[in-house]
Structures are given as structure tokens and as C-alpha cells.
């Protein structure tokens, strides 16, 4: 029998790959250059460690103080954006931020459950045992002022149950963690259960970890060329209504948002894909989807707020795993879980206003175009060096593919004749 993938060495599984996929030799290369022998013990199957670009957010102010903000993204124009809504809520005060509680869940789902008033009745009864055994099952947490804190009980029909298990992860992002109490806890559960357990994982909607941000900004902040900063503001206001009303938008709405906020996300090491779901789930949290943000008119002020479930965390993980990560930590000034998540809510509310002050006044190409010609430059094969001569040849409005292609060749057909001639 052939040996499993997995268990090929590395060498082995790239070739197996060059030959199914006829990969040319300078495509191989692209693979070779980019290995790192350290990733290779992070994930099955490693093939190569695929790199994304990492800037920094300036003139973001939160809670009394200027941070530096690093941010790993692909999209052009995200980091110019959060700089300006930085920049624009930088009056005032800047951004105010708050952590009310920071606890993640976990939860044992149980089927079939014959009388679910009885179970809450148990579970009540035997909260401090339960909290116990999911204590005994991490001691360390306890030693870093965590621990298991509270039980709940939650019929959903008639005979499914979920028992939540909340606990204080300290500053760690706490997957594992709370993975290991909650499966403590259902056995300790199972022999009194008169029911199934279906499984115990923690869950990602963290309704018990929520950051706020909150801004008040002189209207005439806003103002551009031509617009006051009173209409701009109203556009604003008119735009956040609107998120809250349509679904379409709203989607949109909370993408802008979540570039800066997995941006920043991603920089620290944490679980982009949880903080994805969680923030969605919470958008939803009426029964329909709308904006996570709201901007209104009080005082001749444009208010803001923003609130995101963000369970994130400065220690464990890949935290751990990644040297940037305790570089962007510094970077950021950040020492804490909690202070991770405010930072990480106030850049989301920065990006969300950049991104709808564009939207209401210019658009957002006009400003985007000059960050997506380079892109668009890169994306036909220009290497670095050639990306500004390239750019300058591209005056259309919205250059296309083939017109990037033909500045390019005539970059380089320049470039021959200057060599010719020299
Ligand atoms: C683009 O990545 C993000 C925006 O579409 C956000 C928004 O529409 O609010 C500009």
C-alpha cells in the first residue's frame, strides 16, 4: 500500500505534487524559497509558508494615548484607511474604549433529555462541584487568576439542552483551555444526565467578551473639498441607518469593519476565523443581520459606537509560535488581553468611518485607485522595482488588465534600449 501522504517527507510530498500538477521549475522555486522549517511542525502537509504584507496604522488615538497599530493585510487600501479615520478621530479625546467582563463559554450539548427542568434543577444545585472539577482539570489557570466561573442551563426544544460552562481564560486566548474544563465537566455530568451528550466544545459566539468603542466628532472634522462637515456627517447618520435596515448593506457594512479588525487580528497571532464568526453571529443577534456600528447627530457632534464580541488573547496559541507577534505586541503596547481587545475594537470603529465618510462624499475608488494601480501592476508581473515606472504609465481613470500588460512591456522595452544604448 502506498504510505499515506502525511508520512512522506517533504521532499516526497513536493514532488508528488510538481508531478501531478506539472508545476514549472521557477514555480517549484516560489514553493523552495518560501519554506521555513519551523512552520513545517505547525501544520500537517506543509508545503510552503505563504506570506502576507504587515504596516502599521498611525494617528489612531485610544484612550488617552497614540498607538502605532501593526495590521497584516492583502488589500491595498486598508491600512491608508484606518490611518485616516485614525486621523479623523483623533480631536476630542480620540477613541474611548471599554471590557465590561472577558469570559469565554463552553458548552456540553445534550439530546434526548428527558425532563430538562430537572437537569437546570441538578445543575443549580451543582454549580460549585461542576466549577470545581473544571478547575482540578487546568490548576494552572487558576495559579494566572482564572478559573471556571459560572454554569448555565439552556433548553432549546424539548428535548435539547445546552449546559454553559463560563470561564476566565486570563490573557490567553483560551481555546484549548476551555476545550479541556468543558470535557471535564460533561463527565462529571454523563452519570447524571437521563440523556445524551452529544459533544462539549467551547463556542465562538463570545456574548461574554465585548469590547466598545465609542467617538464624538466635530462635525466640521469631516468636511472635504466641497462638502461641509455637516452634510458629511448626515450622509454619515443616513449611512449607518441604512446598514441597520438592509442586510445587502449591512454585509458590506461589517467587511469594512472587519478588514481593519482582522487585520489587526491576524498581527497578534490570534484566531482570525473565531473573531470572523463570533462578530457575524453577534450582527444577527435580533434575528436579523445589521451594522455592528451606529453613528448619530448629538451636540453638533457625529457620535459613533461599536461593540464586537472579541474573545482575543496576548499569550498561548500561536501567539507563541510566531517571533512577529511579540514584536507587534510591543509595537502596539500591548500587555494585556483586554487591552488587545480595545485597541482592536477602536481601529474597527477608525476603519468604519473612513471607509463611509468615502463611500458618502468621493467614493471609494478615487482614493482606492492609486493603492489598486500598483496592485493591479504587481498582479501582471511587474517586479518592485519596475512598479513605479509602470504606475506612471497607467493614466487611464480604471486601468485594466491589458493595459497594465502593455505598460509593462513597454517598461521593459524601454529599459532594453536604455541598456543598448548605454
Ligand atoms: C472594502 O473593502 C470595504 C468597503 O466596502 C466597506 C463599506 O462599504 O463600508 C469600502
Redesign the pocket.
Known sequence: MDTPFYRLPYADRRRRLVTASHLTTDQVAALAQRRQSADEELIENYLTTYGLPEGVAVNLHVDGRTVAVPMVTE?P??IA?ASNGGRLLAGNGGIQTTVTQRELMGQIVCQHVSDPAALTAWVTAHQAELLQVADEAHPSLLRHGGGARSVRVRTLAPDWVSVDLFIDVGEAMGANLVNTLTEAVATALRPHLDGTILMSILSNYATHSLATARVAVPVGQLATKTISGAQVAERICA?SDFAQLDPY?AT??N???M?GVDAVVLAMGNDWRSVESGVHAYAARDGQYRGLSRWWLADGQLQGTLTLPLALGVVGGATRVFPLVAVNQQIAHITSARDLMRLTVALGLAQ?LA??R??VTEG?QRGHMHLQIKSLALSVGATPAEVPAVVARLTAKQPTTAQAQAALEAVRQANLTKKDDS
Open positions: 488589500e487600501s486598508v484607511a449611512a448593506r458590506t457594512h467587511k469594512g469593519i478588514n468604519n471607509a463611509l468615502a463611500l471609494i
